[in-house]
């Protein structure tokens, strides 16, 4: 007999508001579903002027914390992060009596140090040049030069981190070598193609050292725009058009944003360009491409409202879905990945407006000063897209500008349905939507039970900002104020978790929404293996009596972990679960303790699954401020 299970959300029901019916399928789904990559996991940034200074940015406290709270989105919800000016953190130390160059990593060491121990791989960018080096010097040895630096750096860290970890950098050539303030060398077309090629042969040289492993290289990483204008890029493709055997790239790289309109204007000018590659280089034709600035709008530090609150993380899964489309239809079969250049630190007083991930608030009225982050609702958009499968049917857009894919694994069940509704940058007439959806189940998924959770991000409902603006945009907000908007910074639960009992033929779900809005719904089966112990804490100090705790956990083809519990014990105290009653889904917690408890103690963490099953605890570990 045909169970029906009914589940109704009602948040201020509107009259007015349209109905929206989604019905799946999944003995179809099954059918239709296409493996699905996780192409869009990267962000970048550029270290700002002056360039030489890169390393005391790049290491100073704002900037780790800011990638460690980047690098803890689950199941690897961002794993690359693409910094320009590397080459920078490097010091030329001596030549020797044979003219061979030796240098200082000893800072880039430390970054990379850090990007490893918070689960974050670089997109490497073989741009600058070491410090304590003339120009004149590189010209005259200029592709002596590039090939034994890059051999030098992918030969260091193969050794020190190992093949398996360096092996998945995206080692890629100059950003934008075609603008004059990039172009700091004054490249001329023939040096640059040297460049290109002499950089491929210093990642081979390190290659062969290690069993000859291939390490793959991207480029040119350029804008392309007129040729006469931009004439190494549009020389490097001609090169590897013409002499296949010499072409440097296994990746041809470009960068194509949109208007600041809508998200679909990032495609459409990618499609433009990869048209006029095709036509000008058939033998590029079977290459593979990303565009690693797909990015809404350029400027990143220009204020923008639509990216300080839902609607930028909305265009962000809209882009995603867009791609995904494109590669499941076959029209961007070559498409590798996408990254966002939104890894950027905001400054006041645009906290929020800027393209950037997280809030940062200088605290520079305290003793010492520190800093405060805040996830904004883009970050969020990239944790709940960490949730979809390895598996998903096309993504589909209905009427009212509906969008949504059905993601999955069939063995054990696991299914993330995404869905979304925006107007891209531009304000909704309509604010409420009643969505009806009703999910049929396939034979072979009916025999265990299945539990279900669905969260989602709302207007207003999920933006800090808003807390912000209510309390007067303060420059320096108080530890209460802090508190409001945090709780508005992840996603809500909406629903859930419930048990849907075996032999249930289906279920309906019905919500009322504020838009723009994003919801996954996530059905798990009882045979989804119990949650992994979580892995690698650190506790890093905030303020006095302020601490952020973080963790690692196993990346899974599955994600049926509702959050995280907290604990901490002191000789004061039993254990007490410090995030008691807050929702935790993502790797870190920040822990503002008050004068009796304090924070010196012993920390440990542990998931919690959406049949309530625990994983183990963590190892122990203790803090002493």
Known sequence: MCVLLVLLLIVNISKAAPNHHVSINFEQVFRDGRPLSRFWTSTGLCPPAPREKAAEFLLAEDSLLNFEIIGSLPNLGLNYIRIHWLLEMIEFSYCDINKNLFYDFSQLDLLLDKLYEFDLHPGFELMGVPGNISGKEIKRRFSYFWADLTMQIAQRYLNRFGVAYVSKWRFETWNEPDLKNYNMLNFTTNEYIDYIQSVRLGLDAAGRLLNNIHLPLRGPAGLFRVEPNHPFCWSALKLCNDFPHRCPFDVISFHRKGSGQRAEDIINGETILLDQISNKFSNL?????????????????????????????????????????????????????????????????????????????????????????????????????????????????????????????????????????????????????????????????????????????????????????????????????????????????????????????????????????????????????????????????????????????????????????????????????????????????????????????????????????????????????
Not at 312 to 326: E, K, N
Not at 463 to 470: L, Q
Not at 473 to 499: C, D, H, N, V, W
């Open 285 to 625: 034709v079977k290459f593979k491409y990303s565009n690693d600035e797909a990015d809404p709008i350029a400027g990143w530090s220009t204020p923008r409202e639509f990216q300080s609150n839902l609607k930028y993380g909305v265009i962000l899964v809209s882009t995603v879905l867009q791609h995904w489309a494109a590669k499941y239809n076959g029209l961007y079969s070559n498409l590798e990945s996408i990254s966002h250049d939104n890894g950027f630190l905001s400054y006041h007083p645009f906290e929020f407006d800027q393209r950037t991930l997280l809030a940062r608030f200088q605290m520079n009225q305290t003793k010492p000063k520190h800093v405060q982050f805040v996830a904004k609702p883009v970050y969020s958009s990239l944790g709940m897209l960490a949730n979809l499968g390895p598996v998903a049917t096309d993504a589909l857009v209905l009427e009212g500008n509906l969008s949504y894919t059905v993601s999955f694994k069939r063995n054990p069940f696991y299914s993330c349905i995404l869905l979304s509704i925006s107007n891209d940058t531009s304000d909704l007439s309509i604010k409420r939507n009643n969505i009806t959806l009703t999910s049929i189940f396939a034979e072979e998924t009916m025999k265990y039970n299945t539990s279900y959770i669905i969260e989602g991000q709302q207007d207003s409902l999920n933006d800090p900002k808003s807390a912000w603006i209510h309390y007067g945009k303060p420059s320096y907000p108080t530890t209460a104020q802090f508190k409001s908007m945090r709780l508005l910074q992840f996603p809500s639960i909406l629903r859930g978790p419930e048990i849907i009992p075996a032999n249930s033929k289906s279920i309906t779900l019905k919500l009322n929404l504020r838009a723009p809005w994003i919801v996954t719904v996530r059905l798990c089966s009882e045979m989804v293996p119990e949650p992994h112990q979580v892995t690698n804490i650190r506790i890093r100090k905030i303020y006095r009596n302020e601490v952020m705790i973080f963790w690692s956990e196993k990346p899974s083809k599955t994600r049926c972990i509702v959050g995280y519990e907290v604990w901490f014990y002191t000789d004061l105290t039993r254990w007490v679960q410090i995030n008691l009653g807050l929702h935790t889904p993502f790797l870190w917690f920040q822990f503002v303790s008050n004068r009796t408890l304090g924070l010196t103690g012993i920390y440990r963490v542990r998931a919690v699954d959406v049949f309530g099953r625990f994983g183990p605890f963590s190892e122990l570990k203790h803090y002493h401020g």
